[in-house]
């Protein structure tokens, strides 16, 4: 921490950390006489929810509705906390910097896309928060960014979610394999080779911070024998990493390359790691529960390449009766629409409860994006990122109705106009009929020069 | 920077006031000194001028334009004035200079004055620099920065073909003045120059090292491959062209402190986080114009956008930065204004009205962005030379003013570019870079006149006058059962009368052989002629005939009592008709 000052310092304040950020816009609004999934605090019947300037202000039953705050009726309905999504890489312009195995320095924060419908789409489906990350072409892949779904900007930054801690991408198993060993001849070639990347990558970051520990602390007579470092922004974010800044959020399916890096982070004393996928997690169930921030997992998404054989639907079950903190992802454009659906599949599939199975999309995954303090429940004094369904959300039936984030309604379902884009191409070609497909998946940017030749590397997103 | 040579230079001791303090000794001794440089450089031009037999050179360098309408400046309008140039520089605008003896008159009664427009963000006539071969044990996620496009040290006057013909098709629409733009498929190209389109042969390069190009874009395959590998790369640079500058200073003062291992890369880059050269970004869209702030923000750079297109809820943020902007002149394609609806239903209808209020406002952004009181630039960068005066007219239907068009094309970009105090205006001392049109800038009617580019006059005028000599050139190849055969046929026309001359293979030995030609028949979409070809002592008959489109002629040559053979040709370059009245 220290050394970042130092370092900082150094640079003659020349890097200034103000950002594009702006606030977003905050709404009020009272729901009244809803049925309450607090998901922390159980369901609470016909109770209403005053929202005041985009928080949560009061939860209780016969409250008096405020002058001025419009005031929905939701006699009969459902209102849970905002779906939250650990793993998704919608509203991305780029997602793969894949020309090197390990492109810490990068900065999903960068590519965020404001205009991308699937943002709208995700809000139709109850979601308010995305972590939009990196993909996985590389073993230490670039750092995320965790958006509020404040459909409607032309800013990016506004999009941000500037309470949530940074977080960064890693990738196990096949694909920095296929993309850089086969492809590339670099190093990762086998699993053994990604545990060596990141290795090598940790201790140049150490060599790293005690050279400019080094320059830093020295006198100016010291300093006249020495040349200055030189700055690297991939080994600062390494650092950043053992320095337990950064949350780790690791690509994984198989169960001895996710005991591999709970191994190594134990070595270098990291405890802030998040398994994505885990399809293998029910293997490792006690030692993800004891070492990790928890796995994030599909609910029954497999068999699209050789590692991915071994999977079962009882995952998240399993994961969850194992004190695993588990949440389910979308890692797709189309299943962030629908992941009450995914959740309930749980309920089938290893008969957790309402609360365990609705946590899996909103508490859970806030936990794993350290953002569990503003939003994932419904309580008083946490953001009023709301949905409320017509039926119970783990219902087969149940159907989003309306969707607040900071208690704006950014998604109305009897509002729903036909065109939602924000921005249109004035030299589109139209067509009378159209089917618009946005592949936003973990393989996307992984272009011609790292996929190479060979069979099925174009087909599997995962 | 610039060199001028002017006449009133060499007087320039008698009007310092320090020579008050000098003997008469020391001043003549100072004059003659001034002289005799001037008198040498004399002797070298027409020492020169006895080889110029294409009469390249001017003949003179003294201009007078007489009893004109003159824009000094966008919003201004003076009558009957007159504008005398010399060596490149104008000199004197005014009512009462008179035309001095040495002076050629160009009478400019009937025309209107501009100040050259000046372009920004150019890349006719640049060529893409020879990039090193990737080693054998290449490895791609270290390339060496040329490799990976990354090049800031590389100048642009290196690459640059001084005597392209696009350049010369720009200034016959009124461009006097460019900043050539380095080619290069990375991020860091290298820095800008700027140059006159002045005349061919002659050193036209103004100012090097002009501005740092950066663009958001990758040689692909190598580190960094995305926008997020640029942002990421472009970080680092700054951070260590911070630390190479430090270590530079350290090691200067103590050479104790292990040398400094020269990186060329970083070393280009000082100059811009030190403030003295701007970054000139290019921008696709507004999420580029984002990622620029961004990147203003992080080092306090000196800014200018280029290629913008969109963004009009950024123009206050732009405005309030001091960020400079040059818009595009490349407007989208209008697609559904001619369109009849209702044949593909209301869903596709209302799609369709998106498109065009898409399209009307890519229309209105110029006018936004005077509106909001940025002085922006223009580039012509990917724009049809048939579009310029067309796009001009779009955006001042559109909510542009006309001052604010001729703004654009003139002290904006002189402003932008650090050159206000020798571009940008119709003033004495500036370059004598000027547009003579034969009405009012945007009226319809208006054609380019003449183009003044460094002191050099381009004459474009139409020649209207029947009787006026006229000379064409045609190559043609024609497709014999011999094989192909090639030459040249001329034509000159002096007084209506049309004479010609025509080149072809000898068909009995080799070289080639002339002939007159007969019974011309020439129009704008025709041509039909013929000639006699000796062939052992008989005359051959030949005929020659087909239509002309554009520069392009296709026909048949028939021989008498033979058989016809396809015959193409096309028209050959006029040669430029500069300095000449």
Redesign the interface.
Known sequence: MSYKLLLSGL??G???T???AQEGKKGDVFIRNAQVLTVTNGLKENTDVWVKDGLIHRIGTQLEAPKGVPVIDASGKYLMPGIIDAHSHVAL??I??????I?A????E??V?P?AIGIYRALAGGTTVSHAM?GSANAIG?QNVTLKHRYGT????ELVMKEAPRTIKFALGENPIRV?GRS?N?QPRSRMGVEAVIRNGFEEALQYKRTWETWKQASEET????????????METLVDILEGEIIIHCHSYRADEIYMLIQVCKEYGIDKIVFSHVNEGFKVAPELAAHTMGASVFSDWWAYKFEVYYSTAYNAAILTKNGVITSINSDSAELIRHLYHEAAKTQRYGGLTDEEALALITINPARQLGIDRWVGSIEEGKQADLVLFNQHPLSIYAIPEMTWVDGVNYFNRAKDA??Q?L????????E?MYLHVNHNNCMR?V?F??TGFGRNLFQHSH | MFIYLKVSDLFYPLKNPYFRLMSSHTIAKYLIFCWSFFLCTILSFSLYAQSDNEGKRRLGSSYFISNTTVIPEPGKLLQRQHILFENGVITAVGRTISLPPEAQEIKGDSLFVYAGFIDMANKTGVTEPEIPEKPKDFDSSNPAPEIAGIHPHYRVSSHFLENNPHDKEWRQLGFTLAQKLPLGKGMLPGTSALYTYGQEGTNNLLAENQSLYVKFSTVGGVYPNTDLGVMAKWRDLMQNARLYKEHETRYAVDKGVPRVEKNPVLAALIPVIDRKMPVLLETSDELDIQRALKIQEENELRLILTGVNEGDQLLPTLKERGIGLVLTLHLPEDKFSESSPGEAGADFESRKERVKAAYQQSLNFAGNVEKAGIPFGLTTKHLPRGDFYKNLQLMIKNGLSEEGALAALTVNPATLLGISDMAGTVSEGKMANLLLMSDTLFSEASKVRMVIADGYVFDYSEKTDKNKKEETIWEYKAKTPGGTSRGTWKFSRNEGKWTGSVTYENPEGSGTRTAPTRTEEINADSMRFSFSVPVRGEDLEVTVSGTISGDSFSGEMKLIGYENFPVKASKKDKPERSNEL
């Open positions: 640079l003659l020349s890097v200034v103000t950002s594009l312009e780029s793969n910097e894949a020309s090197s195995p492109t320095e990068v900065k999903m960068d590519v896309d205009f990196h670039g032309r800013n990016p930054g850089h590339k670099l300093k006249k024998r020495l040349a200055p470092p030189v700055f690297s922004s991939r036909a065109d884009r921005k249109v191409d004035p030299e589109e070609i139209l009378p940017d272009d020069y790292f």
